[in-house]
């Protein structure tokens, strides 16, 4: 009996263990937008953070560089932020609500 058990308990951990990589090859694949400056500069990110495309709109290219350096960092940092918050929504659903930190791998 003991053996069908842990049989059944291994079987749930490999299924999860597919739901999680399914999950996270989807994950790497979105897009998500960060912005600033009240959508004058965006930036499009993958899951990976890989920037896939920046919008600069152009009431701003007459600006100071200094700050459309700054627009350029917070609307990365809001796509970062989107990409991690996205992460962690879509863990806690695989996991029931389950705090897994981040990277974990399953041993199986």
């Known amino acids: 009996m003991f053996k069908d058990g842990m049989g059944g308990l291994m ?3 490999q299924q999860m ?11 790497a694949e ?8 009240a959508g004058l500069v965006e930036v499009v990110m993958t899951g990976r953070h890989d920037v896939k495309r ?7 290219m007459s ?8 627009l350029l960092a917070a609307a990365v940092n809001d796509a970062v932020r989107r990409v991690e918050a996205a ?3 879509v863990m ?17």
């Open 30 to 37: 979105a897009e998500y937008a960060g912005q600033s400056g």
């Open 92 to 108: 806690k659903d695989i996991t029931g609500g389950m705090d897994i930190p981040g990277g974990f791998k399953m041993p199986f």
């Open 11 to 13: 079987k749930q951990a």
């Open 63 to 70: 600006e100071d560089k200094e700050m459309l350096e700054d």
């Open 54 to 60: 920046v919008s600069i709109d152009d009431s701003l």
């Open 17 to 27: 263990q597919e739901k999680m990589a399914e999950a996270q090859r989807r994950q």
């Open 87 to 89: 992460s962690q929504d």
